[in-house]
């Protein structure tokens, strides 16, 4: 891994994690109705993750943004679960264990919460992630979790924590 930092978002980076998230759904041709591609939340993360037990890290590296991940509360979720949403890397900063940091940094977040599960929804044109999800110890769920909104996800997963 190159210098990298991760740190909480800040308003004056939503314009750059959203042209992030929304370049990284198109190369992947994953960015379709019922995704965070056309979520208007995904234009002010800022605003977002200003909720309660909500928390959004971006990774810099060489100090510029490469990405971020965070743990939201998700309407609808069972007690004690919250997801992993929005895990978007830059190609230059995908194979070098930087997804697994954050996965890892949102699972501390989680438990500082007080969950005890992590959700996801994904989809299977994001093969590389589902992989690294797969490392991280989620398990496959038959139906969604939760009121997302993101009818385009259709594969959901689970992690105990």
């Not at 069972?78 to 997801?83: S, T, W």
Request: glycine share 10%.
């Amino acid at each position: 891994m190159s210098n990298y930092t991760t740190r909480l978002i800040r308003k004056d980076d939503n314009s750059a994690i959203a042209a992030i998230i929304r370049s990284v759904l198109t190369e992947f041709d994953a960015n379709k109705p019922g995704t965070v591609y056309y979520d208007p939340t995904t234009d002010d993360l800022y605003n977002l993750f200003s909720a309660p037990n909500a928390e959004y890290h971006l990774l810099e590296t060489d100090g510029k943004i490469a990405g971020g991940s965070g743990i939201y509360p998700t309407r609808g979720l069972p007690a004690g679960c919250c997801e992993l949403v929005k895990l978007y890397l830059l190609p230059e900063a995908r194979g070098k264990g930087y997804g697994k940091l954050l996965i890892h940094e949102c699972f501390e977040i989680a438990r500082k919460f007080g969950y005890k599960q992590v959700y996801l929804e994904t989809m299977p044109e994001l093969k590389m992630a589902v992989g690294l999800y797969e490392n991280c110890g989620f398990k496959y769920l038959d139906k969604p979790l939760g009121n997302s909104g993101h009818f385009g996800c259709d594969l959901w997963m689970r992690k105990e924590l």
